[in-house]
């Protein structure tokens, strides 16, 4: 692979512009295989020193907004949950979360205390506007939770139900 990679990278300073935009294309793929590759790696090695290493490695070289569904079902394994905050954190690195604010909203409401901090984190820096349909969903949905939440997140939820409230 490290020769056709090499190669790949050669062909996009041809004069052609075919060969340039199939390297590119060629090189998306690697970048997906090898993405493919360390999220398998991470589910399935019993090392913690090997799944950090692989977490670290995904978040600060392959920044791709369309992992974090991918994070987000790591984070459901319970064979990982000793990894949750830093797959949790691991999604706040990327641009755009916006369109997971429910599955965050679950992280706080359902998940430890350094899950919940990185999720309230996550989305009390969100920049968006998010429907009112959504808002209240949200809303309803941690204020009907609050009673039956461990006292420790009590701040988080409170964060939580204060940022959605000036969104109405």
Not at 31 to 37: W, Y
Not at 133 to 142: E, F, H, P, Y
Request: proline share 1%; net charge negative; charged share 30%.
């Amino acid at each position: 692979m490290k020769k056709d990679y090499n190669e790949l990278i050669e062909r996009l300073g041809n004069d052609n512009e075919d060969v340039v935009i199939g390297s590119l294309t060629e090189l998306v793929c690697i970048k997906k295989e090898i993405i493919s590759a360390l999220l398998s790696l991470m589910q399935n090695t019993n090392s913690h020193k090997v799944r950090d290493k692989v977490a670290l490695t995904i978040v600060d070289n392959f920044r791709d907004d369309k992992i974090i569904p991918t994070i987000i079902e790591l984070i459901k394994k319970p064979e990982l949950i000793e990894h949750n905050a830093k797959l949790v954190y691991a999604c706040g690195e990327y641009s755009d979360c916006r369109n997971f604010v429910e599955f965050f909203v679950d992280f706080v409401l359902n998940y430890d205390y350094h899950v919940a901090w990185n999720a309230t984190n996550i989305i009390l820096n969100m920049q968006c506007n998010f429907d009112e349909n959504t808002v209240s969903r949200i809303l309803q949905k941690i204020k009907t939770e609050k009673n039956s939440i461990d006292e420790n997140k009590l701040d988080f939820v409170d964060d939580l139900i204060s940022f959605f409230e000036k969104l109405v």
